[in-house]
């Protein structure tokens, strides 16, 4: 008795393994494909740069015997612009004609009631002359390439994102059935704007002697091209650059070639510039600055404006006064301020700033001799600090 319950348990568990492998046959039988972007993420760096989004067909199948496929792109017209659709390899290096095309390739970029503005892909694989398919797909490539135009970049800190989904999808086998499928998301984010920098070139400049001279510059940093359509036409620069009258003594200021680059006259001058040195009762002393691009004379119109990044103007300084050991180096900071970026409606351009520093270092003293006293021949000897100093 106990033999046979053992071999008739050994047939339960024979048959519940075959009904296992079944089930797992069935399973791998009904895997799902997997429409796609090839990236998770898309980026843009400038307003009419061009970018590709593909979308691809994985973990197809043999045995699912897929004949056509089709897909939606809903894209944000303010973003971007659909310009070209160009198809991927994945149908028709399964032809089933004997000659090109091996595929007929729909596509149409419009604007749907219910999609809105959309790129539409549908891809058919041609059968053979007997209105039969022998060929199907399997594997994992692109079926198309969508080339997309940037329009619009955000003013920091402001930040956009458009989703990238796949909508109104369809996978279709032989017999017009559908292939059960999933999808998966994307999402594109053009760069923000960057706001320029005003900035005194040298962090810090060390000095080692009174009488010495140095040039510190004043420069712009990042204007970038894209700020025209945010209003950023620069046409005028204005700044202080506060320092301590104590330590420093301002000589020259030299206007630099910046903005006299994106000339507006014909023939120069192509800006104007005004500086003086002041002691103002309210940012001390300080080396005001202000810079015009000049507009054709004729119109009085801009059409020429600055990018990029350049030197507004250089200033040169004298050290006038030192101390000397064991007192430790004395600084001044060299500090941007009353600053003014001036588009051609005369409105201010948001910008960040960037100050510097100057110090001097003290001067070393040596007696001999050591004991002094009255009358007695001294010699007194000077070391110049080292320089420069880290």
Do not use: C
């Not at 891809?123 to 039969?132: K, S, Y």
């Not at 204005?238 to 020259?252: A, C, H, M, N």
């Not at 192509?270 to 309210?282: L, N």
């Amino acid at each position: 008795m106990k033999k046979q319950l053992g071999s008739l348990i050994l047939i339960e568990l024979f048959v519940a393994s075959i009904a296992l492998s079944g089930s797992m046959m069935l399973a791998k039988a009904q895997h799902e494909p997997i429409m796609y972007f090839d990236k998770a993420h898309y980026t843009a760096q400038e307003v009419g740069e061009e970018f590709n989004v593909t979308v691809g067909l994985a973990d197809v199948e043999t045995s699912q015997r897929m004949v056509g496929v089709q897909f939606r792109v809903p894209y944000d017209a303010d973003l971007v612009e659909g310009l070209n659709v160009y198809e991927g390899g994945l149908l028709k290096q399964f032809n089933n004609s004997a000659s090109p095309p091996y595929t007929f390739f729909m596509v149409s970029i419009n604007t749907d009631p219910i999609y809105g503005p959309n790129v539409l892909v549908g891809i058919q694989l041609l059968p053979n002359e007997n209105g039969e398919w022998s060929n199907f797909p399997t594997g994992n490539e692109a079926l198309a390439t969508i080339t997309f135009k940037t329009l619009y970049r955000p003013m920091e800190p402001a930040t956009v994102t458009m989703s990238l989904t796949l909508e109104d999808t369809l996978i279709t086998d032989d017999n017009i059935d559908e292939i059960p499928h999933k999808t998966l998301t994307a999402s594109y984010e053009p760069a923000p704007i960057i706001r320029p920098t005003l900035a005194v070139s040298s962090a810090t400049y060390t000095a080692s002697m009174i009488g010495e001279t140095f040039n510190t510059s004043v420069t712009i940093n990042n204007l970038d091209t894209d700020a025209l359509i945010h209003g950023q036409r620069l046409v005028g620069v204005k700044f202080r650059v506060q320092y301590d009258s104590t330590l420093l003594k301002p000589l020259k200021f030299y206007e630099g070639s910046f903005l006299a680059q994106f000339n507006n006259t014909a023939s120069p001058p192509y800006t104007f510039t005004i500086s003086s040195f002041d002691d103002d009762p309210i940012f001390g002393s300080n080396v005001l600055v202000g810079i015009l691009l000049l507009p054709p004379v004729d119109t009085g119109v801009w059409t020429n404006f600055p990018f990029g990044s350049g030197t507004l103007g250089t200033i040169s300084f004298e050290a006038i006064a030192q101390p000397g050991k064991p007192q430790s180096s004395v600084t001044s900071a060299l500090t941007l301020t009353d600053t003014q970026l001036i588009n051609d409606d005369l409105d201010d351009i948001l910008h960040r700033t960037q100050s510097g520093q100057y110090q001097i270092l003290p001067l070393s003293f040596t007696v001999e001799p050591a004991d002094v006293f009255a009358q007695q021949h001294v010699v007194m000897t000077t070391e110049l600090p080292a320089y420069p100093i880290a």
